[in-house]
């Protein structure tokens, strides 16, 4: 009760209970310098708790096409003055499994290079979306510990409120009046390792969220930020380096690595890093054009250009499945595949994508559809047809490319079967071709 009449009285007072902001944490965990993995799931996999047998080839398409939706808007919405640290309703394409306290309990988190911070649901939960399995009870848990306002962690957040007992609580907000609120808190994380035994992570922080609303769904726990914040996961262990590969749907998982064995591998391309928002920092590329079957575009200069504002430019995201793209670069892609393609086009009503065809997932192969490669500074990342068209029902294929004005996106399926490794500290994104992850 403690907590909702703090929330109430206090969520919207003026800053002076806010406690002042530090870009530097002081509570890195112990994390192994040898490296670690923690696995990679695809949501439609096998191994996914969300998976549906049952499920048609569209209702997948339809779902991931929602999600990424979802996704751009919350991209979008981290401009907003009032975004405090992030959150992203709907879900991600991928997860992960880890543990959390002692003993450790076990959940499903998406993954988010987007995001700042690590949040998951918390018992009592008052006001929680329903969870297929019990939220985490912080009082099962001898490690757990919530940070007082005037401590280091409290600090790390862009804006913290003191409950009445001097506790620090964060608020997470999204554009379609999604929010979770809680303790920030801290506690023992326990992930897996490439030898096999697990790797305890004592005293990571995290929101222990209580009070969550949104349009979350019943398997996810909540979210794993890998953003260049001093929150973040990646951050938190002390992971200058960071690497994944992500498979296709219906694939068997692999495996987010952090620390000396993450796989930096392949060419690299330059990589910035641009808080948008107060908390949320995303990772940009320097795309300078983009070719149809060996046949570039030749784009005005700056297409891809991030303006002062911060509007503009292009991101990769592991959470948006489809790729975005500017008018002046999308027009003329779907223009040359038009004139590329040989299978036979078929409408697809008002809400279609520009371009589907009649056609298996075997099409993809065999030349009927071109390549697309996308020219990175000192990198050309070759994408083939699989990696920008699905299938939306079982002989009908679609480009899975969206047209927008606002910024671009090198979303997931881009980046699947390819090892992408994150070298921070050297603001370099280093992209490898594999045969399958």
Sequence with gaps: MELLVTFQLLLFLSSAFA??????????????????????????????????????????????RRRSTARYNYILSATLDDVLTPVFPDGGSYLTRLAIGTPPYKLYLNIDTGSSLIWTQCLPCPQCYPQSYPPFDPNK??????????SAGCN????????????????????DSSYSKGYFSYDTFTVGSNSGKDISLSDVAFGCGEYN??????????????????????????????????????SQGSQLVFGSSALMAGGYTTLELVERARGVVFYYLSLTDISVDSERLYLPPG??????????????????????????????????LAGKITLKPIGGGDDAPALCYQGTKADLKGGKIPNLTFHFALLDVVLPPENFFNLKDKSVLCFAMVSVTDVSIFGSMAQQNKNVGYDVINRR?????VASC
Excluded: M
């Design 156 to 175: 790390e957040l862009s804006k913290s409120i003191c409950s009445l007992d001097k506790k620090c609580l964060y608020s997470v907000f999204y554009g």
């Design 303 to 336: 297409t891809f250009k991030r303006a002062t504002n911060d509007s503009g430019g292009i991101l990769i995201d592991s959470g948006a499945t489809y790729t975005y793209l500017f008018p002046a670069a999308y027009d003329l892609i779907v223009k040359k």
């Design 19 to 64: 406690c002042s902001f530090s870009l530097q944490a002081s509570y890195t965990t112990n994390a192994t310098s040898h490296g670690f993995g923690i696995p990679i799931i695809h949501r439609d996999s096998p191994l996914s708790p969300f998976y549906r047998p049952d499920a048609t080839i569209f209702e997948h398409w339809d779902s991931e």
């Design 141 to 150: 848990s001898s490690t757990y510990g919530i940070y007082d306002c005037n």
């Design 429 to 433: 994104l280093y992209i490898q071709d």
């Design 213 to 250: 609303k949104g349009v979350f769904t019943r398997n996810e726990a909540g979210i794993l930020g890998l953003s260049g914040g001093p929150l973040s996961f990646a951050s938190q262990v002390g992971s200058e380096q960071f690497s994944y590969c992500l498979g296709p749907p219906g």
